[in-house]
């Protein structure tokens, strides 16, 4: 959904371009070289994504037209997005609402990013007071259907989820879902489902967290990422299987890399996307709210790398695609094999090579000198984290670097180094760009090939690639 006015422009825009887009494809014949089912898909995944902005735009002029008396959630999965839409409505802004409650407006805009799922419930409480609203919900019990949902939960699989993802059209009716989904919860998880209705989980599957090179935040939840990884371990696999070469050698120096993914010696997300593919290494990005931002994995000779960033900048992405990039390249000589370290733990969160790949990233998009901006702007702020919002500013334009590179930069190096949270400033220094998931999903449409998989195989990918309408 749309939370703000920035996110309301930009969407705006896409749209426009959507449109555009839409109109052009439908306007010229089937290329030669693609498949007519698949530039079929291709239009109809554009059409789909202009459908959801439509009506994300469409809600958010309802939201903030003042006309709205009340806000129905189905259920209290729902509640945070209820709380969100409710802010709108009264036409509080986050410092607004930030100060009834007595905490900053970055802790509310960092909340609102993760849909509060890091947030306490007394607090949820003192925001829904602070913002007048009162809640009337009965509680009904289902039994059974209870029973089976809280088996997924534990596991870390929503059913919103598997109505978004897995059983779409399934309606809901968690019976239906179950048998709609069935199939992806064995292939994926190995679940059966039970001719009553119910779960067999004695051999639940959720291993490829422990082998995977994660990009997530430090207050993930671990259980839900683990299910979540699995899932995307399973595409990420599907899309693997249907390139027809290995990848190529990946430059291990920031210079060389900086040079082989520019186009006319301007380094952007689509001339980066468009080097990547070439490499044979598939970008697929991935939507959902969950708090999983990035993963690489290497299937037989082959890289895949997921994108997944509530924040769509392209400075966010783009910094996001060359940190996977380098674990990419790490595993052409050591491989990516299960470990006794999960990958949700903070061992391998925090570890040598997670900086590694920072400082890879950062230096290819500050040529070399990521640390050395980095230092002068701690510097220029004297250690005051209060401070360093403009001394990034500062450093950025006398260096004539991206001021959202430099601030993603810093709030990775702070993390690292003193364990501190600057993301919230971080995400306020990101300058206005296109919608990275877009731009992601035009360059896994217009690469990815999925004619040699099972049909059900491409349907999971397409679905796991788009918003479907009527979901947010």
């Known amino acids: 959904?749309?939370?703000?006015?920035?996110?309301?422009?930009?969407?705006?825009?896409?749209?426009?371009?959507?449109?555009?887009?839409?109109?052009?494809?439908?306007?010229?014949?089937?290329?030669?070289?693609?498949?007519?089912?698949?530039?079929?898909?291709?239009?109809?995944?554009?059409?789909?994504?202009?459908?959801?902005?439509?009506?994300?735009?469409?809600?958010?002029?309802?939201?903030?037209?003042?006309?709205?008396n009340q806000i129905e959630v189905g259920s209290l999965e729902e509640f945070p997005l209820g709380i969100i839409k409710a802010r709108i409505v009264r036409g509080f802004t986050h410092k607004e609402l930030a100060d009834r409650i007595g905490v900053k407006p970055q802790q509310v805009q960092r909340w609102e990013d993760s849909d509060y799922e890091t947030i306490g419930f007394n607090k949820l409480i003192?925001?829904?007071?602070?913002?007048?609203?009162?809640?009337?919900?009965?509680?009904?019990?289902?039994?059974?259907?209870?029973?089976?949902?809280?088996?997924?939960?534990?596991?870390?699989i929503d059913l919103k989820f598997l109505r978004k993802r897995l059983a779409p059209g399934a309606g809901k009716d968690l019976h239906d879902v179950l048998k709609a989904a069935s199939g992806y919860l064995k292939r994926i998880w190995n679940l059966t489902v039970l001719g009553d209705g119910t779960i067999d989980t004695r051999t639940f599957d959720c291993t490829a967290a422990n082998i995977a090179r994660y990009k997530l935040p430090k207050d993930a939840n671990p259980v839900r990422i683990r299910a979540y990884t699995q899932y995307a371990y399973y595409v990420a696999e599907r899309v693997a299987s249907s390139m027809s070469?290995?990848?190529?050698?990946?430059?291990?120096?920031?210079?060389?890399?900086?040079?082989?993914?520019?186009?006319?010696?301007?380094?952007?997300?689509?001339?980066?996307?468009?080097t990547v593919w070439a490499m044979g290494i598939p970008v697929v990005p991935l939507s959902d709210t969950i708090r999983f931002h990035g993963c690489c994995w290497r299937f037989n000779g082959r890289n895949v790398?997921?994108?997944?960033?509530?924040?769509?900048?392209?400075?966010?992405?783009?910094?996001?695609?060359?940190?996977?990039?380098?674990?990419?390249?790490?595993?052409?000589?050591?491989?990516?094999?299960?470990?006794?370290?999960d990958g949700t733990a903070s061992e391998r969160r925090d570890s040598?090579?997670?900086?590694?790949?920072?400082?890879?990233?950062?230096?290819?998009?500050?040529?070399?000198?990521?640390?050395?901006?980095?230092?002068?702007?701690?510097?220029?702020?004297?250690?005051?984290?209060?401070?360093?919002?403009?001394?990034?500013r500062q450093v950025a334009k006398s260096h004539q670097v991206d001021v959202g590179v430099l601030a993603n930069y810093v709030a990775y190096a702070l993390k690292s180094e003193q364990d501190a949270d600057w993301w919230g400033a971080a995400v306020n220094l990101q300058p206005e760009s296109a919608d990275a998931y877009s731009t992601t999903l035009s360059a896994f449409n217009a690469h990815f090939d999925g004619s040699s998989l099972p049909e059900e195989d491409l349907k999971l990918v397409m679905l796991a690639t788009t918003e479907p309408s009527g979901l947010c």
């Open 245 to 274: 070469s290995d990848s190529q050698p990946i430059p291990r120096d920031w210079k060389e890399a900086r040079e082989a993914l520019s186009e006319d010696g301007r380094l952007s997300l689509q001339s980066a996307l468009h």
């Open 126 to 156: 003192k925001i829904g007071n602070a913002l007048g609203i009162s809640v009337h919900e009965s509680i009904s019990f289902r039994h059974e259907a209870k029973n089976t949902a809280d088996k997924l939960n534990e596991l870390g």
């Open 305 to 341: 790398i997921i994108l997944k960033q509530s924040v769509r900048a392209e400075s966010r992405w783009l910094f996001d695609l060359l940190h996977e990039l380098y674990h990419a390249g790490e595993n052409e000589s050591h491989g990516f094999d299960p470990t006794a370290i």
């Open 352 to 392: 040598e090579d997670e900086r590694a790949a920072n400082e890879f990233a950062g230096n290819i998009l500050l040529c070399g000198s990521a640390d050395d901006l980095y230092k002068e702007a701690l510097s220029k702020a004297k250690g005051q984290l209060p401070q360093l919002k403009k001394a990034v």
């Open 1 to 68: 959904m749309i939370k703000n006015e920035r996110q309301f422009g930009v969407t705006q825009n896409q749209a426009r371009n959507f449109e555009a887009a839409i109109a052009e494809a439908k306007g010229k014949k089937v290329p030669q070289d693609t498949d007519p089912l698949l530039w079929k898909a291709y239009i109809e995944g554009m059409e789909s994504q202009l459908t959801t902005m439509q009506r994300e735009i469409a809600e958010y002029k309802q939201l903030k037209s003042g006309t709205v």
